[in-house]
């Protein structure tokens, strides 16, 4: 129909990561361009979206904030600041490309699970 020209992917509305690579995988093939909405994620989920944005049919500005804009302390050690062009880096390290600050971890939980021995 034609109906669809551009697609904006919220992985965290779709599914996850791999729902959205298959969106994003479909709408290649389709020549939709594709843009990735943020909402309001902590280092992880900046990081996991800046991968899937890494993704050659993400041809169109990200909506995805720099996490100290929001977060005085965040739960990863890597901290997601703008450039002075606007764009933010994706990380580089191996999987996501960031590490858990633990300490800060242990602070927020909502609840912890107890094992027991």
């Known amino acids: 129909m034609g109906a669809c020209r551009i697609i904006n992917i919220k992985p965290g509305r779709v599914g996850g990561l791999s729902q959205a690579a298959a ?3 479909l709408c290649r093939v389709q020549g939709i361009p594709v843009w990735c ?7 992880i989920g900046r990081a996991s979206n800046l991968a899937l944005t890494a993704l050659p049919g993400f041809t169109l500005p990200a909506d995805i904030s720099a996490s100290d804009r929001y977060y ?7 901290r997601f600041s703008l ?3 606007s764009t933010i880096d994706v990380p580089s390290a ?8 633990t300490a800060a971890l242990k602070k927020y939980p909502l609840a912890e699970l107890k094992m027991e021995a």
């Open 83 to 85: 450039n002075g062009d």
């Open 37 to 43: 909405g943020g909402m309001l994620e902590t280092g």
């Open 23 to 25: 969106i994003h995988d």
């Open 94 to 101: 191996p999987g996501l490309g960031v590490t858990i600050n």
């Open 72 to 78: 005085h302390e965040d739960i990863t050690n890597e």
